[in-house]
């Protein structure tokens, strides 16, 4: 069974461009969710989608936002990129609910 | 709210046994331990969905106390592999909605 795949593994941009990064789920689960990973900050949960609906939201401006397509798949986008959303960009997969999450091998955006 | 993990790094020798402990002053619903790599994506550990469950595989085992709002993760007889950091988990449901949080995490190292 493959893995969870996101796209790009690496990026880097400058400052007020916006990027939009590519999350692939193990196939049959239905729920994906986003997360930044700074040293400075930790794991932060950003939002989580299941079908097509985005079902939970934290913390984080309206720059960061997301979609899920029919096939599960699921984009992030970032709009106006600044400095400190340079991060390690996780994205992970579960089938429903309390169940476990399988993490993809993350995007690193760097932002100059 | 973030959880809070203790301690914030250990150094084993193999063989010695070790103790992360998870905390959270809102209520505890459920727990999810995971385990990071140094380059890697986190891998899940287990889920603890119920106060009193205990649940282990191979020599890590975590219980989960939800009148005291904490879990543990118990590592016996550390191996070298058991090396990383150590993120505990849970659901909240906050101002922004229910998302997932992580704790900062504990950095485990084990030494030959």
């Known amino acids: 069974k493959a893995g969870v795949t996101q796209t790009p593994r690496y990026l880097i941009k400058t400052r007020g461009q916006q990027v939009t990064l590519s999350c692939s789920p193990i196939?049959?689960?239905?729920?994906v969710s986003w997360y930044q990973q700074t040293p400075g900050q930790g794991l932060q949960f950003l939002f989580e989608?299941?079908?097509?609906?985005?079902?939970n939201k934290g913390n984080f401006p309206g720059r960061f936002s997301g979609r899920q397509f029919s096939n599960s798949r699921s984009e992030m986008n970032v709009s106006t990129l600044e400095l400190g959303d340079s991060a390690l960009y996780l994205c992970?997969?579960?089938?429903?609910?309390?169940?476990?999450?399988?993490f993809g091998p993350g995007t690193r955006l760097t932002v100059l | 709210q973030q959880p809070v993990q203790s301690p914030q790094a250990v150094i084993l020798r193999e063989g010695e046994d070790a103790v992360i402990n998870c905390s959270s002053s809102?209520?505890?619903?459920?727990v999810h331990w995971y385990r990071q790599k140094h380059g890697e994506a986190p891998v899940f550990l287990m889920i603890?969905?119920?106060?009193?469950e205990q649940k282990g595989h191979d020599k890590i085992s975590a219980s989960f106390n939800e009148k005291k709002q904490q879990s543990s993760l118990y590592l016996t007889a550390s191996q070298l592999s058991y090396s990383g950091t150590y993120f505990c988990?849970?659901?909240?449901?906050?101002?922004?909605?229910?998302?997932?949080?992580f704790g900062p995490g504990t950095r485990l190292s084990v030494l030959p």
């Open positions: 603890l969905l119920k106060g009193g």
């Open positions: 809102k209520a505890l619903y459920s």
């Open positions: 196939s049959g689960h239905r729920s």
């Open positions: 989608y299941f079908s097509e609906t985005q079902r």
């Open positions: 992970a997969s579960s089938l429903v609910g309390e169940t476990e999450q399988f």
């Open positions: 988990g849970t659901e909240i449901l906050d101002n922004y909605g229910q998302n997932f949080v």
